[in-house]
C-alpha cells in the first residue's frame, strides 16, 4: 500500500532528514533552510543553535508573514524552546510559531502541506 501523501505538481515535500542534511524534492541541503509549498531556500542564520537566533534571522519569513498560517521551527535533534523575547517578536511580526524537533518538523511540514494549509518550515540541521 502506498502512503505517499498526494501533493500537486511542484510543491516542496520534504523526502528525507538525517545527518544534518535535507532532501527536498530531490534537491539535497546541507544547511538551514527554509521550506515552503512553492519553493525551498537555503536559510541564512549565523549560528545553527536556537539559542544565537535573533528577529533578524527570520526577516525573509517576517516579510512573508500574511502568507504563512503556521511556522514550524525543526530546532535540532532536541526539542527546545524559543527564549521568550524571541517569540514575542516573531509574534508581533505576523508568525505564529510550533516549535518541534526537526525530524517532527519535517514530517509535520508534509502533513499540512498535503492538506493544502499555508505552512513553512525553517529547519535547523543539529
Known sequence: ?????LVKSGQQIIQSYAGGRFRVSGQLYESA???QPSSTQIW???DVSLEALTS???APLIAEAASIDVLLLGCGAKM???PLALRAALKAGGLSVD???TGAACRTYNVLMAEGRRVAAALLPV
Request: glycine share 0%; charged share 30%.
Open 44 to 46: 541564512t542564520v549565523r
Open 56 to 58: 533578524d534571522d527570520f
Open 1 to 5: 500500500m502506498d502512503i505517499t501523501p
Open 99 to 101: 516549535i518541534m524537533d
Open 80 to 82: 527546545r524552546f524559543l
Open 33 to 35: 533552510i527554509i521550506v
